[in-house]
C-alpha cells in the first residue's frame, strides 16, 4: 500500500537555492532505486518534504532522515495512506520559497505549482500543507507572505426540483429520503459540497428514523441509505463534493462497507475524490482503534473524511493530537453568538490556525447570522454551511442566498 508522508526539519548547514537543487537531484537517483518520489522546499531555515511510496520503504527512509545530521527538530505532518501516488517518475521536485516573496497572489501560486510540479486542486491536505509552509504562516501568523489565492467570482447554484427514487430493499424495506444543504464558499460565491441528510419516509428527522432500528440493523441501514444518497445526488446533477454521515461502526461491522460505498459510487458514475464521509467528533472518539481502521481504509480508497461537529465532544483536541481530517466542522454551539463572545472567538481562532498548518479545511456549522457570518469570515474561515446561505430541502438541493 503506497503512504504519503510529510515532515518539516529545521536545517544545520546554510544552502541557497543553487544547493537545493543539487542537493535534491542527488536524492533523485537514490529515490528512483527505493520507487519514492516526492518534494522538497526550503524557505532558508526549514525543509519541508514530501515523500511517496510503499509504507515499508517511507517508513525506513524516514528513520534515517532522523539520523542526518544535516538538519534538526524533525516534525512529522502527514502519514497516511493514499490510493496512488500523485508525483510520478520518482523525482525529487525542490523550490526555495524565499523565490515566492514580493509575487502577487496567483503569480506566486501558479510559479510554486509550475517548480513542483503540481497541478493544483488543493483537495488534498498535503497541497494545503505545501501553501501553508510557502507561505510562512506556520511559524509566525504575523509574518505570512501576504498572497490571495481565492478564485474568480462565480455564481453557481442548483434550484432543483425534488428528484424520488423510490423505495429501495434497505432494512425492513424502509423507504430512504434525503434532504441536501449545501456547504458554500462565500466569498468566491459558490457551493464547495452538498451534504445529504437522512429523512424518513414523510421527511422525519435523522434521529426518528435511527432510532427505531438496533443492532447490526442500524448499521447496515446507516450504510446502504448511503447508496441512496449517492443515487439520488447523481440524479440531482450535482457536481460538487458529495458530503454523507456515518457512524464509524457502520464502517466496522458492515463487512466490505468501503467496497460498498465504492461500487455505489461507481455505479452512478460518481468520482471517489468527490465523495466525504463525516464523523462526529463524539464517535470518534468513543470508538477511537475502529474509527482508525475505517478511516485508513477509506483513505487508500482515495475518500475524504471529515470531523463533525467538532466542539459539541469533550475530548476535540486529544482527537486532533493523534488524527488529522481532511475537513473539520465546526459546530453550531460554538459558532453561533460568535460575533459577541469572546470565549468563542478565542476558540475558533485557534482552530482556524490549527487546521492552516495542518491542512484541514474549516466548515462554520449552522451559520443563521449575518453578523456571526461576518466575523467568521474575517477569522478566515472560507466555508459555511447554515439557514443565512440554504436551508436542507427534501430530495432537492434549493437555491443559495448570498449575504451582501
Ligand atoms: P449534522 O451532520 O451536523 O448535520 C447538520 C444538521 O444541522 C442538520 O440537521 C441540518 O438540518 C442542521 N442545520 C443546518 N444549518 C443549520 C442552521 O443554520 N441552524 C440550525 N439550528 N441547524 C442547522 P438534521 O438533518 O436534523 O441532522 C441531524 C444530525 O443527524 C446530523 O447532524 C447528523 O449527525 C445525523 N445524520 C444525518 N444523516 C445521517 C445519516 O445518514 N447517518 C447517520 N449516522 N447520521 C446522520
Ligand atoms: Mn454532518
Ligand atoms: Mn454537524
Known sequence: MPIQLIYRSRALCSFDSKDLMHFASRLEGRNRLLEISGLLLFDGRYFLQLLEGEEVVIDNLYKKIGRDSRHTDLVLLLRDPIPHTHFCNFQMSAMDVRELQGLSGRNAWSLLGSSLGIAWNRDHRSERIIEAFARGRWRDPTSAVAWSIDGETEVETYPSEPVWIGTKPLADNIPVNFAFQPIVHAKERRITSVEALLRGPNGESPYAVLKALQGNQLYEYDLTSKGSAIALASALHIDCVLSVNLLPMSLVFNEGAVDYLLQECDKNKWPRERFLVEITEEEAITHFDEFIVAVRKLR?????????????????????????????????????GVCANGARQAIVRSVVEFCFCLGITVVAEGVEAVEDWRWLQAAGIRRFQGYLFARASLNSVTAVTWPQ
Request: without cysteine.
Open 300 to 336: 487508500a480508497a482515495g475518500i475524504q473524511v471529515a470531523i463533525d461537529d467538532f466542539g459539541a465532544g469533550h475530548a476535540g483536541l486529544s482527537l486532533l493530537a493523534d488524527f488529522q481530517p481532511d475537513k473539520l466542522k465546526i459546530d453550531k454551539r460554538i459558532i453561533q
